[in-house]
C-alpha cells in the first residue's frame, strides 16, 4: 500500500489519508466529483477483508453507485444476479481536526458472476466525508473517468450481464460490446483471460499529468496520438490507464 500510494502521489494525485475499515482492509482515495479511485489493500496485522484478499492483482473492482442499498439488492434479485445481503461498515476520518465515521453500506455480486473481478455496488451514507473541496484538488488536474475495459472469453453474454447490473442495455461496439452506467462505458472485449484491462481517466489537461509521469520512476508514459489519449502503465502494479484531457 505504501509504495503504490507513493506511486500515485508522485503523479500528481491528491490521496486521502490512509483509511482502515471495519471490514478488515486499508485504503487511499483519489476522489473526483460523483466517483474515486481507490487503492485497497488488507492491513498486515489483524482482520483482514477476505473479499480483497481473494482479489486479483492490480485493477479488480468495479463498484457502482447506490442511492438505496435496499432497492438496489432487490433490482439485482429480480435480475436475477444473486447479490450477497447488504452488508454496513465504516472507517474512521478525520474532519477538521475532529475524529468523524464515515460509513457505507454495500452489495456485491457473486464471485463467479464477473470473473474479471469484484463487482458491486455502494451506498455512501455519510459523502460530505468524502468528497470534499481538499481532496477534489489534485496537481496533475484529474477529474473523472471515461470507461473500464474488460476482456472476456464470451464478450456479448458479459456484456449483457454488465448491462443487467448496470440497469442498462448492451451495444455493439467495434468487436465487442459497451454498457453505458450514468456516461461511464463499460467495454467488454474478447481475451484469452478474463480481467479489467484498462482504466480511462479525465484530466483538465494532460501537460501537468505528463510533466509528473516522465519525472516519475517506474512508470511508462506515451504521448496522446491522434485519438487524443495518452496511456499511463505502471508495471510493478499491473496496470494500464488511458488518459485524456475533458
Known sequence: MEAAAEIFAALGFRLTPQGRHSLGSINHLMVAPRAY???????????????VLDSPFGLNGLVFRSADIEATYRRLEKAKLSPFEPVAFSRPVEID??????????????????????????????????????WLAHPNG???????????????????LYASAAGSAPEPHGE???????????????????????????????????????????????????????????????????????
Open 37 to 51: 479511485l481507490e487503492l485497497v489493500g488488507v492491513p498486515s496485522e489483524g482482520k483482514q477483508r477476505q473479499e
Open 97 to 134: 481536526g475532529e475524529a468523524k465515521e464515515a460509513s457505507f453500506r454495500t452489495v456485491r455480486a457473486p464471485n463467479g458472476l464477473f470473473p474479471a473481478g469484484r463487482v458491486y455496488f455502494c451506498q455512501h451514507l455519510t459523502p460530505e466525508y468524502v468528497w470534499r473541496d481538499e
Open 142 to 160: 484529474f477529474n473523472g473517468f471515461d470507461r473500464i475495459e474488460v476482456a472476456s472469453r464470451s464478450p456479448e453474454a458479459d456484456g449483457r
Open 176 to 246: 465487442g460490446w459497451r454498457v453505458i452506467s450514468d456516461g461511464f462505458a463499460i467495454d467488454v472485449v474478447a481475451g484469452e483471460a478474463p480481467r479489467f484491462t484498462a482504466l480511462g481517466l479525465r484530466f483538465d489537461g494532460l501537460d501537468a499529468l505528463a510533466g509528473f509521469a516522465k519525472a516519475a520512476t517506474g512508470v511508462t508514459w506515451t504521448d496522446a496520438g491522434a485519438d487524443g489519449v495518452a496511456a499511463l502503465e505502471i508495471p510493478s502494479l499491473d496496470l494500464r490507464m488511458e488518459c485524456r484531457s475533458a
